[in-house]
């Protein structure tokens, strides 16, 4: 034993002899063992798009509510433009930066529409009478949200068509018959409808609207046929020759007119449609844009570089919802064009992600949507995104939850109705977790999250950043679609940046929260589960 003792005392004098430059040292709770967590890194050099604007349409429910009482609509309206504050700092609305209005066509003027009685809310009045004279005292409603967009400080407007005025269709209607295959406009009305929509945009652009685009077809991959007396809403199909046809002749018209406003096409119905397909109304990117084409129309000096595609049904699986993101930024990139996206709802059943709709809570209405802007933005580069429909009726099973950011009701069931009610809805709040902080302007930059890939980072937690180079200004948005609370640590901070105080203002939408602000340090910040939380502070 005093052998064995002698033994291991010379091999420790030894070790120290050896061993004193170098820390040789095998305690398992020395401190150069700790595997150091990683955290979120913002790499802020790195950068991507640049944020345009978010929107909301009008639809064809802002002409009924904005023919409400004064003290009604304006608070609605309030709602979606205010970038005001309560005393707590709360905002009192979600401050768009763009708002999209309908150029209509008329079904409201027409002794018998075609529509079913049930849907007489998305008829909508024509400036322009059979007889070639305009009343620019029509769509009363929709010049009311315009102005008011404006005097809140909006000043970006866009107009759409869903179809020719009924006057100029081949059928009589706005909407396709079973004997109209293809564009529902008599070709010998093709001038008329080019004169139409630059007289509509002009007024609106002497009236001092800045009016950047206009989308003189919308969704033309669908038939929009119907039975005369059933008609739910206006459209018409349009093969991509007619769309190239046609856009033509409007480009002529807006340069003789003194059009300020650029022609954005296509507004594809679906995001796959802009960049794959085979038939006469699809691949629309490459059929309109490269010069090959027989189609191409990339020349037209009143084209607009901007994309539009909705990205309804475009979500079933999240591996086929980011293909599609990541392969339009392709196709749109080789032409040095930009996407915006300009209509979405939640449309069919991917929302449910496989639960019973009873479980739902209308937070989990937003956190889809904001699930679909964060990988319209992120993986699709957007540089602008629009909701559809500002206003909705619609309070069937769980629609209030789906189709609308504010929610209303007219006081009869009726175009003659003269007064209503209305509440906001989860996905107001959501959206202005981003409209209300992400001004026009501002620049995406690189988020790294160690915790996830692109797959589980979409179904999980996802984040995405933020700045303004003229005031250094960041805002980070994060959505924790899980029911665990997250706590964030920046890998870089101190190193990559720093924020003045060291703090973030945090604003929470969540079961019980609508943009609800705090002030939070930047090493104690936790993302409650089921939330979307929009953080801001000036770098130093």
């Known amino acids: ?91 009192q609305g979600i401050g768009l930066s763009l708002w999209r209005t309908i150029i209509g066509d008329g079904a409201a003027d027409q002794a018998n529409s075609g529509f079913s009685a049930s849907n007489w809310f998305r008829e909508t009045e024509c400036y322009l009478s059979p007889d070639g004279t305009y009343d620019w005292t029509k769509q009363a409603g929709e010049q009311w949200f315009m102005q008011k967009a404006k005097e809140y400080g909006v000043n970006k407007f866009t107009a759409w068509a869903t179809a020719p005025p009924y006057f100029m269709s081949k059928n009589g209607y706005v909407f396709s018959t079973p004997d109209v295959t293809s564009f529902n406009c008599d070709p010998d009305k093709y001038d008329d409808y080019a004169n139409f929509l630059a007289d509509v945009v002009k007024n609106y652009e002497d009236k001092g609207f800045n009016m950047v685009a206009v989308c003189p077809f919308n969704e033309t991959q669908y038939e929009w046929n119907a039975e005369v007396g059933s008609a739910q809403q206006s459209g018409t199909r349009a093969t991509n020759g007619e769309v190239a046809t046609v856009t033509k002749i409007i480009d002529g018209v807006f340069t003789q007119k003194g059009v300020n406003a650029k022609i954005m096409i296509p507004e594809a119905a679906q995001l796959k449609y802009l960049f794959e397909g085979s038939g006469n109304t699809v691949n629309q990117v490459s059929t309109f844009f490269s010069p090959s084409s027989p189609n191409y129309i990339g020349d037209l000096p009143n084209l607009s570089s901007n994309i539009a595609g909705h990205s309804y049904f475009s979500n079933g699986t999240t591996n086929e919802s980011l293909r599609q993101r990541k392969s339009l930024k392709t ?210």
């Open 331 to 540: 196709s749109i990139s080789s032409f040095g064009l930009q996407y915006w996206q300009t209509e979405y709802s939640l449309l069919g059943t991917a929302y449910q992600q496989g639960k019973d709709v009873s479980t739902l809570q209308e937070i989990d209405y937003a956190l889809w949507m904001s699930r679909i802007i964060h990988t319209d933005l992120v993986f699709g580069d957007a540089t602008g995104w629009s909701f559809w429909t500002a206003l909705n009726k619609s309070t069937f099973g769980d629609h209030p939850f789906r189709f609308n950011l504010v929610l209303y009701q007219p006081n009869s069931n009726g175009p003659a109705h003269t007064d209503g009610t209305y509440e906001d809805n989860k996905l107001l709040w959501a959206l202005g977790n981003f409209s209300r902080f992400v001004r026009p302007g501002m620049v995406r930059f690189e988020v790294i999250d160690p915790d996830y890939g692109d797959t589980s980072s979409v179904e999980n937690f996802m984040i995405s950043g933020y700045k303004n180079t003229s005031n250094n200004e960041v805002v980070i948005i994060c959505i924790n679609n899980t029911d665990s609370n997250r706590e964030l640590s920046f890998e870089n901070y101190g190193d990559g940046f720093e924020v003045l105080n060291d703090s973030f203002e945090a604003y929470t939408t969540s079961v019980t929260s609508n943009l609800k602000r705090s002030v939070v340090n930047h090493d104690a910040i936790v993302i409650r589960g089921k939330s979307i939380v929009t953080l801001r502070a000036t770098l130093k």
């Open 1 to 91: 034993m005093l052998k064995f003792f002698k033994y291991v005392l010379s091999f420790l004098c030894i070790g120290v002899l050896l061993g004193c430059s170098s820390d040789n040292a095998t305690d398992p709770n020395d401190p150069k063992f700790d595997t150091p967590e990683e955290g979120i890194a913002l790499n802020l050099n790195n950068t991507f798009q640049v944020i345009d604007h978010f929107g909301a349409s009008g639809g064809f429910q802002d002409q009924w509510v904005g023919k409400w009482p004064e003290a009604t609509k304006n608070q609605v309206a309030k709602l979606f433009f205010s970038t005001e504050t309560d005393a707590q700092g709360n905002p």
